[in-house]
C-alpha cells in the first residue's frame, strides 16, 4: 500500500519534469520565431551592400559590421523627415487627445447635470463603429477642406478616442466624492481641482492612455496613406513603403534594414522601459493594435 | 443649476465636437454614398440613387479575389493563432523561472511597426537572382526545392500572409490568455489532485471552462480583426496588392478610395458596408454559439 503510494508519486514527479522540460522546449521555439526577424533585420543592417549580395547563402553573423547603411539611410533617402514628421504627429496628436478627453472624463464622472448619462451611453455605444466605415467621408471631407498634405489633415481625425474616455472616466469615479466636496467647501473652483487632484491622483491611468496613444500613432498607417501623397509629410509606415518602391532600389536590403531599424528602434525602447503599464493598458481593454 | 448644466457641456464639447464631425456624420454619410449612383468627387453631383454601386462591386473579380483573400485569411489565421496562444499560454502557466522574460519577448511583435517587420518577412521569405533566402535554405535541409513566397505561386503567398498575420496578432491572445489562466482559482486545482485528476482532464475539465468566456471573447475579436486585415498584406507585397492577387477587402476600399485605381467612394462605401455586414454577421453567429458553450461564473 505504501510502496503503492510512493510509486505513484514518483510517476508523478517524472510527469511533472517531463512536462516542465516540453514547456520550455515549446516557449523557447517560439521565442525563437518572434526573435528570429530583429536579430535578421539588426544584423542585414550592419552588412556590407557588397559582402551581402555576393552570399548566395546568408550568413548568420558578419564579422566585419558597418555603419554605413545607416549614413545613407539618413542621406540617399528622406528617412530624417519621415522621422520628424512622425514625432509631431505623434506628439500632437497624444496632446489633443488628452486635452479633449481629460475634461470629457472629468464631465462624466465628477458634474451632474442633465442628460448626462444618456450621453455617456451615447459615447459608448460610438465604441462599436468600425474605422473602415467612416474614413471614406473622413477622406472626402478632408480633401474638401484642402488639408490633404497638412498636419491639420493628418491629426484632426486620430485626435478623439472613446475607449480611453471611458478608461479615464473610470478611474476618475474612484476618487471618494467627501474629496471634491471638501474641496467645494474650501472655495476650490472645478478646474483647479481637476489639476490639483484628480490629474495627480489618477496619473497612472493617464500615462498609460498616453503610451498606448503614442504606439497607435507612431504605427499608424491608412490614414496618413489616404491624405498624405507629397513625401514632405509622410510618417514612417509610409516613409517605409516608399523606400521599399522608390528609394534605394530593390537590390540595396542593408541599407533598407537599417532604415527598418531606425524606424523600429523608439517603440521597443518605450516597450522596455514601460513593459508592465504597456502590458497592463493594452490586456485592460486594448483590441488588436 | 441652468449653470452647472452649461459646465457640464462645455467640459464635453470638444469631444462632442470631434466625435460628431469625424465618427457620426461620415457613419451616416457613408450609406448615403452607397446609394448614389455615378458619384463625382470633383463636381460633387450624382445621377441617382439605387443600389447599383452594390451590385458592380459585386461583379468586379477584384472584389470577389479580395473576398476570397479575406474568407482564407480569417479561416485559417483564426483557429490556429487561438490554438496557439492557448498552448503558449499554457506552457507559461506552468513554469516559474523565466516565465517574465518570455512574456516580454513574445509581447515583442505588438509594439513594433507593421510595414517596417514585414520587410523583414520579404527578405526572409523572397527568392530572387542572388538568394533563395533563408527560408528557402531550410526547406532545403528537407530537401524541398526553393519557391518564391513573394512573387511566386498563391497558396506560397498565402502561407506567408497567414504567417506573418499569425506572428502579428499573437501577443495580444497570449497575453489575454496568460492572465485568464492565472485567474483560475487555485482550489479547483488543488481538489482535483486530491483526487487524482490526471493533468490533460484537469485541463478540459476545470481550466477551459473557466477561462471559456476570454477565450470566446478572443475568438470574437479575432474574427473581427482579421476581417479586417490590410497593411500586413501591404508589408509584404506593397501598395499594389491587386497585381499579386493578394487584395483583401479593406485593401479594396482603400484602393477605390485612392490611389491609381481610386476616386470611387460610391464603390468604396458600398465595400465597406459590404464588409460591415459579413462581420456584423459572423459575430452574431459566434455570440449564439458562445451562448451555449460559455461558461459563466455568476
Same mark, same amino acid.
Given at each position: 500500500m505504501n510502496r503503492d503510494m510512493i510509486k505513484s508519486e514518483r510517476s508523478a514527479k517524472t510527469g511533472k519534469v517531463l512536462r516542465n522540460v516540453l514547456s520550455y522546449f515549446i516557449l523557447t521555439f517560439w521565442a525563437i520565431i518572434v526573435l528570429f526577424p530583429f536579430y535578421w533585420m539588426v544584423l542585414t543592417s550592419v552588412k556590407n551592400y557588397a559582402s551581402y549580395n555576393s552570399e548566395y547563402i546568408p550568413k548568420f553573423f558578419t564579422l566585419a559590421p558597418t555603419l554605413e547603411n545607416y549614413a545613407s539611410a539618413f542621406?540617399?533617402?528622406p528617412l530624417a523627415r519621415y522621422f520628424i514628421n512622425?514625432?509631431?504627429f505623434t506628439v500632437l496628436t497624444t496632446a489633443l487627445m488628452l486635452v479633449v478627453i481629460i475634461p470629457a472624463a472629468f464631465a462624466f464622472s465628477r458634474l451632474s447635470f442633465k442628460g448626462r448619462d444618456a450621453v455617456f451611453t451615447l459615447f459608448l455605444s460610438m465604441m462599436m463603429i468600425p474605422y473602415e466605415l467612416v474614413v471614406i467621408t473622413n477622406y472626402t471631407t478632408v480633401t474638401d477642406l484642402g488639408l490633404r498634405n497638412t498636419f491639420t489633415g493628418l491629426i *484632426?481625425?486620430? /485626435?478623439?478616442?472613446?475607449?480611453?474616455? &471611458?478608461?479615464?472616466?473610470?478611474?476618475?469615479?474612484?476618487?471618494?466624492?467627501? *474629496? &471634491?466636496?471638501?474641496?467645494?467647501?474650501?472655495?476650490?473652483?472645478?478646474?483647479? &481641482?481637476?489639476?490639483k487632484v484628480m490629474i495627480p491622483i489618477c496619473r497612472p491611468t493617464i500615462v498609460t492612455?498616453?503610451? *498606448?496613444? /503614442?504606439?497607435?500613432?507612431?504605427?499608424?498607417?491608412?490614414?496618413?496613406? *489616404? /491624405?498624405?501623397?507629397?513625401?514632405?509629410?509622410?510618417? /514612417?509606415?509610409?516613409g517605409i513603403q516608399e523606400i521599399r518602391e522608390n528609394g534605394f532600389g530593390r537590390e540595396n536590403i542593408p541599407a533598407m534594414m537599417a532604415a527598418v531599424v531606425v524606424i523600429s528602434a523608439p517603440l521597443i525602447v518605450l516597450f522596455l522601459v514601460f513593459r508592465r503599464k504597456i502590458m497592463e493598458g493594452v490586456a485592460r481593454g486594448g483590441t488588436k493594435g | 443649476m441652468e449653470g452647472k448644466s452649461a459646465k457640464g457641456w462645455l467640459y464635453l464639447l470638444p469631444a462632442i465636437l470631434f466625435l460628431g464631425v469625424f465618427l457620426v456624420y461620415p457613419l451616416i454619410d457613408v450609406f448615403i454614398y452607397s446609394f448614389e449612383e455615378g458619384y463625382n468627387s470633383a463636381s $460633387?453631383?450624382?445621377f441617382g440613387t =439605387?443600389? !447599383? +454601386?452594390?451590385?458592380?462591386? @459585386?461583379?468586379?473579380? !477584384?472584389? @470577389? $479575389?479580395?473576398?476570397? +483573400?479575406?474568407?482564407? #485569411?480569417?479561416?485559417?489565421?483564426?483557429p490556429l493563432s487561438t490554438l496557439i496562444a492557448l498552448g503558449i499560454s499554457y506552457c507559461l502557466s506552468s513554469i516559474k523561472p523565466l516565465r517574465e522574460l518570455y512574456q516580454t519577448v513574445?509581447?515583442?511583435? !505588438?509594439?513594433?511597426?507593421?510595414?517596417?517587420? =514585414? @520587410?523583414?518577412?520579404?527578405? @526572409?521569405?523572397q527568392k530572387n537572382a542572388y538568394t533563395d533566402g533563408l527560408v528557402n535554405l531550410v526547406l532545403g535541409l528537407f530537401g524541398i526545392s526553393p519557391i518564391d513566397f513573394i512573387d511566386g505561386p498563391y497558396w506560397a503567398k498565402m502561407f506567408v500572409l497567414c504567417f506573418y498575420t499569425i506572428w502579428v496578432v499573437l501577443p495580444f491572445k497570449i497575453?489575454? #490568455?496568460?492572465?485568464? #489562466?492565472?485567474?483560475?482559482?487555485?482550489?479547483?486545482?488543488?481538489?482535483?489532485k486530491i483526487d487524482g485528476t490526471r493533468p490533460f482532464r484537469i485541463f478540459r475539465k476545470i481550466t477551459l471552462p473557466m477561462i471559456s468566456p476570454m477565450l470566446f471573447y478572443l475568438i470574437i475579436t479575432g474574427f473581427i480583426g482579421a476581417f479586417k486585415a490590410y497593411s500586413d498584406a501591404v508589408a509584404l507585397f506593397g501598395t499594389n496588392l491587386n497585381a499579386a492577387e493578394m487584395n483583401t477587402i479593406v485593401g479594396y476600399v482603400y484602393d477605390m478610395l485612392y490611389g491609381d485605381s481610386g476616386g470611387y467612394p460610391s464603390y468604396a462605401s458600398a465595400a465597406a458596408i459590404v464588409l460591415f455586414a459579413i462581420v456584423l454577421t459572423i459575430t452574431c453567429i459566434n455570440l449564439l454559439i458562445s451562448k451555449k458553450h460559455v461558461h459563466y461564473v455568476g
Open positions: 542621406t540617399a533617402v512622425t514625432v509631431i *484632426l481625425p486620430s /485626435v478623439t478616442s472613446v475607449f480611453y474616455i &471611458y478608461l479615464l472616466k473610470e478611474n476618475f469615479s474612484q476618487i471618494p466624492d467627501e *474629496l &471634491y466636496y471638501a474641496a467645494k467647501v474650501d472655495g476650490t473652483r472645478d478646474l483647479k &481641482y481637476l489639476f492612455v498616453t503610451i *498606448l496613444k /503614442v504606439i497607435e500613432c507612431w504605427n499608424s498607417y491608412v490614414w496618413p496613406r *489616404l /491624405v498624405t501623397d507629397d513625401p514632405n509629410y509622410f510618417l /514612417v509606415s509610409n | $460633387q453631383t450624382f =439605387g443600389i !447599383y +454601386n452594390y451590385s458592380y462591386i @459585386l461583379h468586379d473579380p !477584384y472584389f @470577389l $479575389q479580395a473576398v476570397k +483573400n479575406t474568407f482564407i #485569411l480569417v479561416i485559417a489565421t483564426v513574445f509581447f515583442l511583435p !505588438y509594439v513594433t511597426n507593421t510595414l517596417a517587420v =514585414g @520587410l523583414v518577412f520579404m527578405i @526572409l521569405f497575453l489575454i #490568455l496568460t492572465s485568464a #489562466l492565472a485567474s483560475v482559482n487555485e482550489e479547483y486545482y488543488n481538489a482535483a
